[in-house]
């Protein structure tokens, strides 16, 4: 039926949604001290629909296309507008979580990261639809994990919250 929405597609968006707003649950409540840490756990169910979608999308593809569904591209049109769709959300994710007291900081940044890949490649996806799922699985998804990954990396040395109170209450 043309012009119908597939429902595959529907839950990928789902998925993707919820992925973005259960890390962003989970990043806030990482920085309030004794705050049940169990909420960190909370982004892995829609993150794991998510991954699956996209694999069984793969597998689709795959099946109908042969290995030219599986082929894996360079795709740089997707860069600029991802780095657009993602700058806004990120700063602010950033700003608000040097607010709170990030006892695990690098936990508290991939959560983040995270929460903010997942809302761009929501973004991305409305405006940029028909890509393999490969690209996307690659691209948006594997993305979103290594930002997610190195941002673990960087966390302590960005989220510092007790040497900024320590400055404060030396002064």
Request: glycine fraction near 10%; charge should be positive; proline fraction near 6%.
């Amino acid at each position: 039926m043309p012009g119908s929405i597939e429902p595959r597609f529907v839950l990928e968006l789902g998925a993707i949604l919820a992925t973005a707003v259960t890390a962003a649950i989970a990043a806030f409540s990482s920085v309030v001290p004794g705050r049940d840490q169990r909420f960190l756990l909370l982004p892995l169910i829609p993150l794991v629909v998510w991954l699956v979608t996209l694999g069984h999308s793969c597998l689709q593809d795959w099946r109908l296309l042969g290995t030219a569904g599986l082929r894996v591209r360079a795709d740089w049109d997707c860069a600029v507008p991802a780095l657009i769709v993602s700058t806004l959300p990120a700063g602010a994710m950033l700003l608000m979580l040097r607010r709170g007291a990030p006892l695990l900081p690098a936990v508290s940044l991939a959560l983040g990261v995270l929460a903010t890949g997942a809302i761009a490649n929501f973004g991305l996806l409305i405006f940029h639809t028909g890509d393999l799922s490969i690209q996307i699985l690659v691209w948006h998804g594997g993305g979103a994990i290594v930002m997610s990954l190195m941002a673990s990396l960087v966390g302590p040395r960005v989220l510092h919250w007790r040497t900024r109170v320590g400055r404060a209450c030396s002064a």
